[in-house]
């Protein structure tokens, strides 16, 4: 044994204590207590019924992380999504987002496509951006996108595809044999389940909506006879056409208590994380209907909650909605990656505003891993185990500039001053490699577009470069010097602050002007944040010169 390696008991040991750290480790613990074959299937899915914004991207990175703990554990895993793209459209949408990611308004894109279409399948319904084949489709590319953007392998998959290509026909076959059992089972959780209810939903061949009226079916012809009559969609009514047809089991699909399950048979799924809603709805039906209706056991499950944006709900139709793409101009991958290894168990917040938060928090979080900072013990252990699904590779030369201080370089669009500000504060060596240097400096870009975005105290620019024409009497020049000397001393930013207002009674300046006289010498305003801690977090040299006016 090399000096200062643990015996291999203690070793063990201390795996043992970094591999129940995390909570998807828990969760691979129960897949593999049921002995799956390889490959292990976990599934998400999602009806296209409106922007898929950063909320839905919960259940693809929840299940993500289990995957990726099953991987480090010998296995192979097939992470799937389905597009519950059959369903029909119920409603019209507020907002919708084109595949750039710019979120529009309903007004902005061909509104007729979807109003003309009302309960019809999304994938039946043309794309109102005229570039996908459907809408249904062009749903599914944005989640197929936001994937990408995280650099998670997910297959995407058409419940519409499933059925055309009759994967789903066998299990919906089943389904119908066993119709009496099914309705029995189901009328345990849903109201108005009459004896003559049939688990099947044709397409009507007269005008392409979904209906829920089957009169009789043949199991062995694999049809259904079948009334277009009215559907619901909440308080209001969608008319059907009143026509009598036939229609084959690829020609319709199931109600969703039982396409859910159906997903599960004919997929293989061996694990799926879903949002409280279905916990205490469809999860307990499923589970139910997958047991006694179609004779298999359910996969395992994962209840996350929700998590709100900004304080409030996801909501598309109130417009407080997020894209991955767009919070990825704000911050690093692994910073967003980050966020979904949380305790899915808790309600979180994602404040866009306080961005910075998130971003000290996994700076931290990585000089954790490198054992570049001080940690009690389950921090460590957690940081050993997740850092490195996080990030594409551990690399301990990496750079991060602190979150705010590069909003504060992105007051100047100079990308040179910018460099050699960092390097004179010390957040840039001199031999850091390249490709550190350029990783660390593409945070100030993020970093200004939060300031943008939110119109928060960075968001100013800067007079770098030259010094605003500022009218300063002998007594303001006399105050800014012994201001500049109070900084250079060494103080925090709230001390500056309260120094200011004390400079300014002692020379008999009014405190509003000597705000002002400072704005007006960085910015070349007469407003803007907060200043002690403003010119606390700017380069020293820089203020100090600034404030005597020696460039």
């Given at each position: 044994?090399?000096?200062?390696?643990?015996?291999?008991?203690?070793?063990?040991?201390?795996?043992?204590?970094?591999?129940?750290?995390?909570?998807?480790?828990?969760?691979?613990d129960r897949i593999e207590a049921r002995d799956p074959d390889d490959p292990?299937?976990?599934?998400?899915?999602?009806?296209?019924?409106?922007?898929?914004?950063?909320?839905?991207?919960?259940?693809?990175?929840?299940?993500?992380?289990?995957?990726e703990v099953l991987r480090d554990r010998g296995h192979e895993v097939r992470?799937?999504?389905?597009?519950?793209?059959?369903?029909?459209?119920?409603?019209?949408?507020?907002?919708?987002?084109?595949?750039?990611?710019?979120?529009?308004?309903?007004?902005?894109?061909?509104?007729?496509?979807?109003?003309?279409?009302?309960?019809?399948?999304?994938?039946?319904?043309?794309?109102?951006?005229?570039?996908?084949?459907?809408?249904?489709?062009?749903?599914?590319?944005?989640?197929?996108?936001?994937?990408?953007?995280?650099?998670?392998?997910?297959?995407?998959?058409?419940?519409?595809?499933?059925?055309?290509?009759?994967?789903?026909?066998?299990?919906?076959?089943?389904?119908?044999?066993?119709?009496?059992?099914?309705?029995?089972?189901?009328?345990?959780?849903?109201?108005?389940?009459?004896?003559?209810?049939?688990?099947?939903?044709?397409?009507?061949?007269?005008?392409?909506?979904?209906?829920?009226?089957?009169?009789?079916?043949?199991?062995?012809?694999?049809?259904?006879?079948?009334?277009?009559?009215?559907?619901?969609?909440?308080?209001?009514?969608?008319?059907?056409?009143?026509?009598?047809?036939?229609?084959?089991?690829?020609?319709?699909?199931?109600?969703?208590?039982?396409?859910?399950?159906?997903?599960?048979?004919?997929?293989?799924?061996?694990?799926?994380?879903?949002?409280?809603?279905?916990?205490?709805?469809?999860?307990?039906?499923?589970?139910?209907?997958?047991?006694?209706?179609?004779?298999?056991?359910?996969?395992?499950?994962?209840?996350?909650?929700?998590?709100?944006?900004?304080?409030?709900?996801?909501?598309?139709?109130?417009?407080?909605?997020?894209?991955?793409?767009?919070?990825?101009?704000?911050?690093?991958?692994?910073?967003?990656?980050?966020?979904?290894?949380?305790?899915?168990?808790?309600?979180?917040?994602?404040?866009?505003?306080?961005?910075?938060?998130?971003?000290?928090?996994?700076?931290?979080?990585?000089?954790?891993?490198?054992?570049?900072?001080?940690?009690?013990?389950?921090?460590?252990?957690?940081?050993?185990?997740?850092?490195?699904?996080?990030?594409?590779?551990?690399?301990?030369?990496?750079?991060?500039?602190?979150?705010?201080?590069?909003?504060?370089?992105?007051?100047?669009?100079?990308?040179?001053?910018?460099?050699?500000?960092?390097?004179?504060?010390?957040?840039?060596?001199?031999?850091?490699?390249?490709?550190?240097?350029?990783?660390?400096?593409?945070?100030?870009?993020?970093?200004?577009?939060?300031?943008?975005?939110?119109?928060?105290?960075?968001?100013?620019?800067?007079?770098?470069?030259?010094?605003?024409?500022?009218?300063?009497?002998?007594?303001?020049?006399?105050?800014?010097?012994?201001?500049?000397?109070?900084?250079?001393?060494?103080?925090?930013?709230?001390?500056?602050?309260?120094?200011?207002?004390?400079?300014?009674?002692?020379?008999?300046?009014?405190?509003?002007?000597?705000?002002?006289?400072?704005?007006?010498?960085?910015?070349?305003?007469?407003?803007?944040?907060?200043?002690?801690?403003?010119?606390?977090?700017?380069?020293?040299?820089?203020?100090?010169?600034?404030?005597?006016?020696?460039?």
């Amino acid at each position: 044994m090399s000096a200062g390696t643990a015996p291999m008991d203690e070793r063990d040991e201390s795996a043992s204590e970094n591999h129940h750290a995390f909570w998807a480790d828990e969760v691979a613990d129960r897949i593999e207590a049921r002995d799956p074959d390889d490959p292990i299937v976990i599934k998400g899915g999602i009806s296209p019924s409106g922007v898929p914004h950063l909320g839905n991207v919960n259940e693809i990175m929840r299940g993500y992380f289990v995957a990726e703990v099953l991987r480090d554990r010998g296995h192979e895993v097939r992470q799937v999504f389905t597009a519950d793209d059959r369903d029909p459209l119920r409603k019209l949408p507020r907002k919708l987002a084109d595949l750039d990611g710019n979120i529009v308004e309903l007004g902005d894109v061909n509104a007729g496509a979807l109003g003309r279409n009302l309960g019809k399948p999304y994938t039946d319904i043309p794309d109102p951006f005229d570039c996908c084949d459907s809408y249904g489709e062009h749903f599914s590319n944005l989640i197929q996108q936001s994937a990408d953007l995280l650099d998670v392998p997910i297959d995407v998959v058409s419940n519409t595809e499933m059925y055309k290509s009759g994967e789903l026909e066998d299990v919906t076959r089943e389904l119908l044999e066993n119709s009496e059992n099914a309705r029995e089972v189901l009328a345990e959780y849903q109201d108005k389940v009459d004896g003559e209810y049939i688990p099947f939903n044709p397409i009507c061949e007269e005008c392409g909506k979904v209906t829920e009226t089957v009169t009789d079916f043949d199991v062995d012809a694999g049809t259904v006879e079948y009334v277009c009559t009215d559907l619901k969609a909440g308080d209001n009514v969608i008319d059907g056409c009143g026509h009598e047809g036939t229609a084959t089991l690829r020609e319709g699909k199931l109600p969703w208590r039982f396409e859910w399950p159906a997903q599960w048979k004919t997929l293989g799924v061996d694990f799926e994380p879903f949002g409280k809603d279905h916990a205490e709805g469809s999860w307990p039906s499923g589970e139910d209907i997958a047991r006694n209706v179609m004779e298999f056991e359910p996969p395992v499950p994962m209840t996350y909650e929700w998590f709100t944006l900004n304080g409030k709900p996801f909501s598309s139709s109130e417009g407080n909605i997020v894209l991955v793409a767009e919070v990825l101009e704000l911050l690093e991958p692994e910073v967003l990656r980050y966020f979904f290894t949380k305790d899915p168990s808790k309600a979180r917040d994602f404040d866009i505003d306080r961005l910075d938060l998130l971003v000290d928090e996994f700076d931290r979080f990585e000089r954790i891993y490198f054992g570049e900072e001080d940690a009690d013990e389950r921090e460590q252990a957690l940081a050993e185990r997740v850092y490195p699904m996080v990030v594409a590779e551990p690399r301990q030369e990496r750079i991060r500039i602190p979150y705010t201080f590069a909003a504060i370089l992105g007051m100047t669009d100079d990308p040179e001053l910018r460099e050699e500000i960092a390097r004179r504060e010390g957040h840039i060596s001199d031999d850091a490699p390249d490709w550190a240097v350029e990783d660390a400096l593409a945070r100030v870009e993020r970093a200004q577009a939060w300031a943008r975005r939110t119109g928060n105290e960075y968001d100013y620019d800067l007079k770098r470069t030259e010094m605003p024409d500022v009218d300063i009497d002998t007594e303001t020049d006399a105050a800014l010097a012994e201001l500049a000397d109070f900084i250079e001393e060494g103080h925090d930013g709230e001390e500056v602050q309260g120094e200011i207002y004390e400079t300014a009674k002692r020379h008999d300046i009014d405190i509003g002007d000597f705000f002002s006289t400072g704005y007006g010498l960085f910015f070349g305003e007469e407003q803007g944040p907060k200043l002690g801690p403003f010119l606390s977090n700017l380069d020293e040299e820089f203020v100090l010169c600034r404030l005597r006016r020696e460039g």
